[in-house]
C-alpha cells in the first residue's frame, strides 16, 4: 500500500512548500494537510486539507486513521520570537504537539516521523564557531528549552520504543514564499520586501551578527533527504546539525547593494538581538553529510538573486 503522508503545520513557513514540494513527488491526493487555520487557495486546490489542533490528541488520532496515515511531518510550533512573549503557550504547543505524534508511533498507528529541531537548542555556553554535532547546549529561549527538550524524547522514544522519527536543527530560513513568522533571523527575509518597496531597511540585529542561515529549497531538499534516506542510514535520533551559509545583516545589506545600488540598510537592534546573541555562527554538518548524504546548493549571492526576484514577481502579481 503507497504512504500516505500528513502535514502538521502546512500553513507555516516550511509546512506550505513542504506540502506542495512532496505532492510534485507522491501526487495530490498522497499528502493530506493540515492547519489549526484555514490554507492558502494553492493548499486548498491541489489536495486533501483537515482542520487539525495538533495538541488535541483525540482528533490528531481520528485524522490519521481517517485517512490511513502512515508518515508524519510535525511542522507545529510556536518560534523564538513569539514564545518570548507567549511563554507558556510556546512551551505547550511545542510539546504537547510533539507528544502527540511521537505516542502515535509507539501505538504503531504511524511508521515513520520527521519533527524540526532548531539551532535555537545552542546558548551561549556553547561553541559559535563550527558548533559540533555534540556540544554544551544551554538554550535561554523557550523556543529552544522546547527544542532541547524535544530532541531528548525524540531520542528516547527511538530507543525505548522503536519510534522511526528523524530531525534536523534548522537553521534561519529564507523564503519569498510566505510571510515570516516570528522568527529571530525573520530580517533576511524582511530586507528584501523594503529593499524593493522603500529602497531601505531597519535591521532589528546588529550589523555583526553572524547566523546560520538556509535558503528554503536547500531545507524542503534536506527535509525530504532525511526522510527517503534508509532507517540503517540515520544514526542520530534527537536530531541532526544542518548548514548552509552564514552571514551578518551587513554581509547580507552589501549582497542587496549590488542589485539594488541606492539600497540603504540601518540597525536599531531589539529583543531578538539577545537571542540572536546566544546562537552558533556557522554549524559543522559532517554528520549529516556522512551519514545521508546532506548537501546544500545556494550560497549567499545566489540566495539574494533568487529572493529579489522571487519577491519582485510576488509584487507584481499583487
Not at 531597511?201 to 538556509?214: G, R
Request: contains cysteine.
Amino acid at each position: 500500500m503507497p504512504s500516505k503522508i500528513l502535514i502538521v503545520g502546512a500553513c507555516g513557513q516550511i509546512g506550505s512548500e513542504l506540502t506542495l514540494a512532496l505532492r510534485d513527488i507522491h501526487g495530490n491526493d498522497a499528502v493530506v494537510a493540515s492547519d489549526i487555520k484555514s490554507p492558502s487557495s494553492a493548499l486548498l486546490s491541489k489536495g486533501p486539507f483537515e482542520v487539525l489542533d495538533a495538541t488535541n490528541y483525540d482528533d490528531f488520532k481520528t485524522l490519521v486513521s481517517k485517512h490511513q496515515i502512515d508518515t508524519v511531518y510535525m511542522m507545529a510550533a510556536m518560534l523564538s520570537g513569539t514564545a518570548e512573549k507567549y511563554p507558556e503557550k510556546g512551551w505547550d504547543l511545542n510539546m504537547t504537539s510533539l507528544f502527540n505524534v511521537l505516542n502515535l508511533g509507539k501505538e504503531e498507528l504511524i511508521s515513520k516521523i520527521f519533527w524540526p529541531s532548531s539551532i535555537a537548542v545552542f546558548g551561549p555556553t556553547t561553541p559559535k564557531v563550527d558548533t559540533p554535532q555534540q556540544t554544551i547546549m544551554e538554550p535561554t529561549t523557550v523556543y529552544g528549552i522546547s527544542k532541547q527538550a524535544g530532541e531528548r524524547w525524540c531520542a528516547y522514544y527511538n530507543k525505548r520504543y522503536g519510534v522511526d522519527v528523524r530531525s534536523i536543527r534548522y537553521p534561519g530560513l529564507i523564503s519569498y514564499k510566505t510571510p515570516p513568522g516570528g522568527g529571530t533571523t525573520d530580517y533576511a527575509i524582511e530586507i528584501f520586501h523594503e529593499a524593493l518597496k522603500s529602497k531601505a531597511y531597519t535591521s532589528f540585529l546588529s550589523e555583526d551578527t553572524a547566523l546560520p542561515m538556509m535558503y528554503m529549497d536547500d531545507a524542503i531538499h534536506a527535509t525530504i533527504s532525511i526522510m527517503e534516506a534508509p532507517s540503517d542510514k540515520i544514526k542520530i535520533r534527537s536530531s541532526y546539525n544542518l548548514s548552509g551559509v552564514s552571514f551578518t545583516p551587513e554581509e547580507l545589506a552589501q549582497q542587496v547593494k549590488n542589485q539594488i545600488p541606492e539600497f540603504q540598510m540601518n540597525y536599531n537592534p531589539d529583543f531578538r538581538q539577545a537571542i540572536a546573541d546566544s546562537w552558533p555562527d556557522s554549524i559543522d554538518d559532517t554528520e549529516a553529510r556522512t551519514d545521508w548524504g546532506w548537501t546544500h546548493d545556494f550560497n549567499l549571492e545566489m540566495i539574494v538573486k533568487e529572493m529579489l526576484e522571487g519577491v519582485k514577481s510576488l509584487e507584481e502579481v499583487n
